[in-house]
């Protein structure tokens, strides 16, 4: 090739090279948080509503929220918008983020579960534009953000980043990957009370299920009538429990004392038919000792079920 063609040649690739490492270096916006508010937290709808205080140190000074943040939420919106610009050209940002949430609730151990809340915010702008860098200094939540059913405690701040495969109709080399960051709230279910309030069927229909024993085995009526009693307890206690925890396909806490409360039950009405044989057979005296002896086996062993699966929700 004659020098007189390689020169502009060289100059061309020159400045695609400068250009393009140029355009590859992202500015890094430091990123921090304060919660406002949380509220409505909804595990049968799976959401909860949150409202939280993003500020943003933009290097450059052109980072806008209203125009470069996409909340990932069902519904959400940006208020409260400032901007203060310093003498080196860099821009102070804030802005309000309301926001009803999707939330994955895991309520297997319900009503004793823990939940991580979790909001996540993104770049409008590829990762080779804009990275998020969360604050050294922690979120904080409002000292008089409080919940009636619910603690909550830490918050964190991280960024990952987050890919998309499609190209969204838009011609493209490859899938875009965006800065994202994700904001998580600790918060467990207030357990003050809670066995007297959300457990009173099972705890009655426990008691009820235990008296059977004391009642004569020849009165075969009335203890079916007792059994009939306690099963309509543990029934409604048991919706009661799982219209509160909402839809969830978990064989959880909830699901499993009701097992057990039923078991009881069934074994209380089983031992209850088979002493009315026995006493007709043998005699009253001889199928109430039996009766006995087996009324403390089943209800201790159900009982030592209970307790060891409320332990190990609570643990």
């Not at 948080?33 to 052109?62: M, Q």
């Not at 990932?72 to 901007?83: G, T, V």
């Not at 089943?298 to 209970?306: D, H, N, R, S, W």
């Amino acid at each position: 090739m004659p020098p007189s063609r390689q020169r502009p040649l060289l100059a061309l690739l020159l400045f695609l090279a400068v250009f393009t490492g140029f355009r590859a270096e992202a500015r890094d916006i430091l990123v921090g948080a304060y919660v406002n508010s949380i509220s409505a937290i909804n595990p049968a709808d799976g959401t909860y509503n949150i409202s939280v205080e993003l500020w943003f140190i933009d290097p450059e000074g052109t980072f806008d929220p209203r125009d470069n943040l996409y909340v990932l939420a069902r519904s959400s919106a940006i208020r409260d918008y400032y901007q203060e610009r310093g003498a080196d050209g860099r821009t102070y940002t804030s802005a309000r983020v309301d926001a009803v949430v999707d939330q994955e609730f895991r309520l297997t151990d319900f009503p004793f579960d823990e939940q991580n809340l979790l909001l996540r915010v993104e770049a409008g702008e590829t990762i080779d534009r804009i990275r998020f860098v969360p604050d050294a200094q922690p979120p904080q939540i409002a000292d008089y953000v409080a919940l009636v059913d619910w603690t909550l405690s830490d918050a964190t701040l991280t960024e990952t980043e987050h890919g998309y495969t499609t190209r969204f109709g838009l011609a493209d080399s490859g899938p875009q990957v965006f800065s994202q960051l994700e904001l998580r709230i600790a918060a467990a279910r207030t357990q003050t009370g809670v066995v007297v309030d959300d457990f009173l069927g099972f705890i009655f229909s426990f008691i009820i299920t235990g008296l059977i024993y004391f009642v004569p085995t020849t009165e075969l009526g009335t203890r079916i009538g007792m059994t009939t009693g306690s099963l309509f307890a543990a029934l409604l206690n048991l919706n009661r429990l799982l219209d509160a925890a909402g839809y969830k396909a978990e064989f959880g806490l909830v699901e499993q004392l009701g097992f057990l409360i039923f078991g009881a039950i069934l074994c209380s009405l089983l031992i209850s038919i088979a002493m009315k044989r026995v006493a007709t057979r043998k005699g009253v005296a001889y199928a109430d000792r039996i009766d006995a002896v087996l009324g403390v086996i089943v209800m201790t062993a159900f009982l030592a079920a209970i307790v060891w699966v409320i332990r190990a929700g609570m643990s």
